[in-house]
């Protein structure tokens, strides 16, 4: 029987999940060599609203390309983790933002807040999708973190790439932080987060 694993990447329009989609496709594909197949869509409004991007990976050929049950699912606000839920198998990994996401059904959620990360240590929101794809690639072994930073490398405006690759970096120590001790007790500690 083949392998296959279905990522869903949720949240709005403005918060980088295409371009977290296409890196994550692109790291697992290029750089760790796996079959991978990536669709994207987004809401009429664009910035704000409903976004989401999906990656398949298999070790065959990939005859649906898009995520059916998920084995991942990552969300970077309440609304997404509303909507996709119900998609994500009973064993999966719920990865979410807790910076919007308040209401988590499961207890065993990963609860990262990536975009307070983001803004509290490098001043820029629109590096918490890095953050994110960080913490994935820590949390799950579908990608190498070598692949994940060489997708990211590659996909990211000349002059940023420190800032991302320390973002990228953040998000892995954040998730590292939370497989060995669950989430700190007090929020302002993450921005001390070891890079």
Not at 14 to 38: F, H, P, R, S
Not at 69 to 96: C, F, H, R, S
Request: glycine residues 8%.
């Amino acid at each position: 029987m083949s392998f296959r694993y279905d990522i869903r990447l949720g949240g709005s329009g403005g918060q980088g999940l295409i371009m977290m989609g296409i890196i994550l496709a692109e790291a697992i594909g290029v750089y760790d060599g796996k079959e991978v197949a990536q669709t994207q869509s987004y809401g009429p409004e664009a910035r704000g609203g409903s976004s989401k991007a999906e990656v398949v990976v298999s070790d065959e050929e990939i005859d649906y390309p898009k995520a059916m049950k998920v084995d991942l699912l990552l969300t970077m606000n309440q609304k997404a983790l509303d909507e996709y839920y119900q998609d994500l198998k009973p064993d999966g990994l719920l990865i979410v933002d807790s910076t919007f996401v308040k209401t988590v059904p499961v207890a065993n959620a990963v609860q990262i807040p990536f975009t307070r990360i983001a803004r509290d240590r490098f001043k820029k929101e629109m590096v918490a999708n890095i953050v994110a794809l960080g913490a994935i690639s820590e949390l799950s072994s579908i990608v190498s973190k070598k692949a994940i930073e060489a997708a990211v490398l590659s996909r990211v405006p000349k002059g940023t790439e420190k800032l991302n690759r320390d973002a990228l970096k953040a998000g892995m120590a954040a998730a590292k932080r939370m497989r060995k001790s669950g989430p700190p007790p007090e929020a302002d500690t993450w921005e001390n987060e070891d890079i």
